[in-house]
């Protein structure tokens, strides 16, 4: 058996070889790890022994070689892979034992050059582990060092199997993949190293994976120091909320959820009612406002502390306004297009995947249920508050009129707080207010509290075994519900 070893990492090196060796493998290597081995008093052999060719242009070129992939890559299943090999004189590689230069580490280091980065991509490496992981029916790829004492307990025991090359496989080619999209970032600029995280204590970065316009990292920076972890976050989401609205919208954000949402006939007209929604919360918040901004809004906004705000454009007077706010963050973003595909969510060991939630209301699938149904006034106000709900941390409730939010609740555990929460901080109680719910209403007890607060119309998913008990409170009240059949979870 042949075992074929290049590595920049030489740790656990020296007893990973000699447990190679006892086991019976021949071991071949290249360069500094052939020097490391023989240091170690172990018998290793140059792969030039097996290509019968010298390394060249500076041991660029060394293992592209016919008779090292075709060692690698042969199945030996197929007899004609067989014939060629002994036609060849070509032997077969049992394991591949490689990591990769340091790219990444390389191009951290500060004042690095492009020649430096350039001379430490890796090319014969990812090959060789590619062509081993592959063909993993036959080779065993090892990329870590940290996987050598299993794997030698692995030959140890009889069980270098099947499912256990595949499993080495897969581990290969997310190393090489990874390996690939720092080089693809360093080229592009596509990754830069944030401050902090949302916690000084915390490292973070910014990984770019689309040149698309239309995303929040792609917006053009007017002025203002750099957006940190969390304005991203909470830009990302005052952005997401603004471009859904056709009216002149201002949405202001804090802590990724919206603290007041407002319409209006002008920019000016429509912050304003954003900043009435919540004026405590919005400081120290950030804005995205739907329409060019002009001298007059942008007036109205430097009255109030704001970290970042987001618009398609500024008047040249509005600039003139925002010169004199050195730290506000100006952003210019398309607000053209919606952003379509997946959206990715971290979890220990991995990461979720799902189709983003561009669910939009829809008034032909709108269900009024109850016996009255909302006046024309309310229909806009729970289109507005319905829209807001989508974008609100679960459990969620959102209080509006037709023209701005007047209170929100979340990320409770249950409805019945999210409730109690929006309506403590609503601004104003009135016939005109309407509620909106991401989720059903497990039980009546929602309604029977927004009744108590003069809350005269309700939009929510409906689905609930218990539906019909919201139905008939709602009818002995007067109250205006309507199902969507949609729901708007945000963990």
């Not at 390394?55 to 299943?77: F, Q």
């Not at 299993?150 to 009889?158: D, F, K, P, Q, Y």
């Not at 220990?348 to 009024?368: A, F, H, K």
């Amino acid at each position: 058996m042949k075992a074929l070893i290049s590595v920049s990492n030489k740790a656990g090196l020296e007893d990973f070889v000699k447990g190679l060796v006892q086991a019976g493998y021949d071991i071949y290597s290249t360069g500094g790890t052939y020097e490391k081995i023989k240091s170690f008093g172990v018998d290793v052999s140059s792969v030039s022994d097996l290509t019968q060719f010298e390394e060249i242009m500076d041991g660029r070129v060394k293992t592209l070689h016919p008779k090292i992939h075709g060692g690698i890559l042969a199945d030996r299943d197929n007899a004609s892979h067989v014939e060629a090999m002994e036609s060849n004189g070509i032997e077969a590689i049992d394991l591949v034992v490689v990591n990769l230069y340091p790219f990444k580490e390389t191009v951290a280091k500060e004042g690095v050059t492009e020649e430096e980065a350039v001379e430490n991509i890796d090319i014969g490496g990812p090959t060789m582990l590619r062509a081993a992981a592959k063909n993993f029916r036959h080779v065993t790829t090892v990329v870590n060092p940290q996987d050598y004492d299993e794997v030698l307990e692995h030959i140890e025991a009889g069980t270098l199997d099947l499912e256990y090359r595949r499993t080495l496989s897969i581990r290969a080619f997310r190393h090489t993949a990874e390996y690939d999209r720092a080089i693809v970032s360093y080229f592009t600029d596509s990754e830069r190293t944030l401050r902090y995280g949302e916690n000084p204590h915390q490292d973070a970065k910014l990984v770019r994976t689309t040149d698309d316009k239309n995303t929040i990292l792609n917006a053009t920076v007017l002025q203002g120091k750099q957006l940190s972890y969390n304005n991203l976050r909470d830009a990302d989401s005052a952005f997401a909320l603004a471009k859904k609205f056709d009216l002149p919208v201002a949405v202001a954000v804090k802590h990724m959820n919206p603290c007041g949402v407002g319409t209006g006939e002008t920019m000016v007209e429509a912050f304003n009612n954003a900043f009435e929604a919540d004026s405590q919360s919005i400081f120290g918040g950030i804005v995205a406002l739907n329409r060019p901004v002009d001298r007059e809004a942008a007036e109205a906004m430097s009255k109030v502390f704001l970290e970042v705000v987001i618009a398609p454009s500024y008047t040249n007077g509005a600039l003139e306004v925002f010169d004199n706010k050195e730290n506000l963050r100006l952003l210019t973003v398309d607000f053209t297009e919606e952003v379509d595909g997946d959206e990715f969510v971290s979890v220990s060991g991995g990461y979720l995947v799902q189709d983003r939630d561009t669910g939009r209301l829809n008034p032909s699938s709108i269900e009024v249920v109850t016996e009255t149904s909302p006046t024309e006034k309310q229909m806009k106000a729970l289109a507005l508050a319905w829209e807001v709900s989508k974008h609100v941390k679960s459990n969620a409730i959102v209080l509006a009129n037709d023209k701005q939010t007047v209170g929100i609740g979340a990320g409770q555990m249950n409805r019945v707080g999210a409730l109690k929460i929006a309506a403590d901080r609503a601004i104003r109680l009135d016939g005109d207010v309407v509620l909106a719910s991401d989720g059903f209403f497990p039980m009546p007890d929602s309604v029977e509290l927004a009744h108590k607060h003069g809350i005269k119309a309700i939009i929510q998913p409906g689905g609930s075994k218990r539906d019909q008990e919201s139905i008939d409170f709602c009818n002995k009240h007067g109250i205006a519900m309507v199902f969507t059949g949609m729901r708007h979870f945000k963990h």
